[in-house]
T-cell receptor
Framework: SQKIEQNSEALNIQEGKTATLTCNYTNYSPAYLQWYRQDPGRGPVFLLLIRENEKEKRKERLKVTFDTTLKQSLFHITASQPADSATYLCAFVSGSARQLTFGSGTQLTVLP | NAGVTQTPKFRVLKTGQSMTLLCAQDMNHEYMYWYRQDPGMGLRLIHYSVGEGTTAKGEVPDGYNVSRLKKQNFLLGLESAAPSQTSVYFC????????????FGEGSRLTVL
């Protein structure tokens, strides 16, 4: 069955450093991947989408890569800030109704 | 804009009781979804709808029913609640565009005793 995994449940980094989160998928070749941010007690919020023919996508301090050979997406936050502390979810879209299959998330803590 | 609104935000049920979660969106989206989120398991799709009057099963549909009588509303029902249905439930909606971006509500925390 289709599976999506986020390697780390929790990641702590120092303010100003680059955070790198990993998302791997198996038994599927998604046309695109999405990344969401979720704060405690809130719903996920869409951040970025990357298509299979795009190697890299950027939005302000965020960068996402998509390697279809490795079946992996990397999510980077440069010059991280304590306000970036949250859980980050990756997801791929499948099916005619564009159902999203989510990873379990990585909880990022940026230490001041 | 309200976006996606879920009611109630919190609810405690006893085993065997029934209840309905309401999701309303004001963005004129065709697609609506119900997910549940459990610790360590991420978001799992319960049911979804591609338009008014249509519904379909997701990954974990057992014990739940849904209805989409109006385009802006998507109801999730539990006919006979079980402790295994203790979870946080999220409703989401999306357009028919090709990005697949979903807009989520704030969640409904359900505890079944």
């Amino acid at each position: 069955s289709q599976k999506i995994e986020q390697n780390s449940e929790a990641l702590n980094i120092q303010e100003g450093k680059t955070a790198t989160l990993t998302c791997n998928y198996t038994n599927y070749s998604p046309a695109y991947l999405q990344w969401y941010r979720q704060d405690p007690g809130r719903g996920p919020v869409f951040l970025l989408l990357i298509r299979e023919n795009e190697k890299e996508k950027r939005k302000e301090r965020l960068k996402v890569t998509f390697d279809t050979t490795l079946k992996q997406s990397l999510f980077h936050i440069t010059a991280s800030q304590p306000a970036d502390s949250a859980t980050y979810l990756c997801a791929f879209v499948s099916g005619s109704a564009r159902q999203l299959t989510f990873g379990s998330g990585t909880q990022l803590t940026v230490l001041p | 804009n309200a976006g996606v609104t879920q009611t109630p935000k919190f609810r405690v049920l006893k085993t065997g009781q029934s209840m309905t979660l309401l999701c309303a969106q004001d963005m004129n989206h065709e697609y609506m979804y119900w997910y549940r989120q459990d610790p360590g398991m991420g978001l799992r799709l319960i049911h979804y709808s591609v338009g008014e009057g249509t519904t379909a099963k997701g990954e974990v549909p057992d014990g739940y029913n849904v209805s989409r009588l109006k385009k802006q509303n998507f109801l999730l029902g539990l006919e006979s609640a079980a402790p295994s249905q203790t979870s946080v439930y999220f409703c989401a909606s999306g357009t028919t565009g090709n990005t697949g971006e979903l807009f989520f509500g704030e969640g409904s925390r359900l505890t079944v005793l």
